[in-house]
C-alpha cells in the first residue's frame, strides 16, 4: 500500500489514519513522542555547515531534505518541490514507523536482560536473536533514508544533481 502525504489536510488525515490502525498502541504511544521530538527539534531549528559553502542541512532532518533548502540555489521547480516534499514525507512516514518498531525491538532486548536477573537465566541465544531483530530494524531504517535520497537526487535535473552533494549523514539531527 503506497500513501502520499503530500496533499490536502483531509488527505493527510486519512493517511494517519490508516497507518495508526495498522499500528500496536506500543507503537502509537513511541510514535507521538517521535512526533513531539521532531516538533520540538523543528521550532528550535537553526542552519548547521554542510561540506562546503552555501551548503546547509536542516538540523532534525533526514539528511537528503535539504534539498527543500536550497530551492534557488538549484533552481528547483513548483512540481520538483511538490514532489521532494512527498517523497519527504513518505520516506519520514516510513521512518517513524520502523522507529516505532526499533523502540519495541529495544524493549524486548530489555525485558530478556532484566530477566536475566531472576533465579531462570536467559538463554544467550535469546539475547543474540533480540539483537539481531533490533539491528535488523536499524538496517531497514538506514536503507529506508538511502532510497529516500536516492528518490528525491532523481527528481533534479543532471545540472541540479551537479550542484548538490550527498548529505554529511542520513542520521537525524547530525
Do not use: C
Request: charged share 30%; aromatic share 4%; hydrophobic share 35%.
Amino acid at each position: 500500500m503506497e500513501w502520499s502525504l503530500a496533499g490536502s489536510g483531509t488527505n493527510q488525515k486519512a493517511v494517519s489514519d490508516q497507518i495508526n490502525a495498522q499500528l500496536t498502541e506500543e507503537q502509537r504511544k513511541k510514535l507521538a513522542e517521535l512526533k513531539q521530538t521532531s516538533q520540538r527539534r523543528a521550532a528550535g531549528r537553526e542552519p548547521t555547515g554542510h561540506a562546503g559553502p552555501g551548503y546547509r542541512e536542516r538540523q532534525g532532518s533526514l539528511g537528503f531534505d535539504y534539498f527543500l533548502d536550497q530551492i534557488g540555489r538549484l533552481g528547483l521547480t513548483p512540481e520538483q518541490v511538490a514532489a521532494l516534499v512527498a517523497v519527504e514525507n513518505e520516506t519520514r512516514k516510513t521512518v517513524l514507523i520502523e522507529q516505532a518498531k526499533l523502540k519495541g525491538a529495544e524493549l524486548k532486548l530489555m525485558n530478556l536482560l532484566r530477566d536475566q536477573d531472576s533465579r531462570t537465566p536467559v538463554s544467550e541465544e535469546k539475547i543474540a536473536t533480540a539483537v539481531h531483530g533490533l539491528e535488523e530494524v536499524r538496517s531497514r531504517i538506514t536503507h529506508v533514508k538511502a532510497l529516500g535520497y536516492l528518490k528525491a537526487r532523481q527528481l533534479l535535473t543532471r545540472e541540479q544533481q551537479q550542484r548538490v552533494h550527498p548529505p554529511q549523514t542520513l542520521e537525524d539531527g547530525r
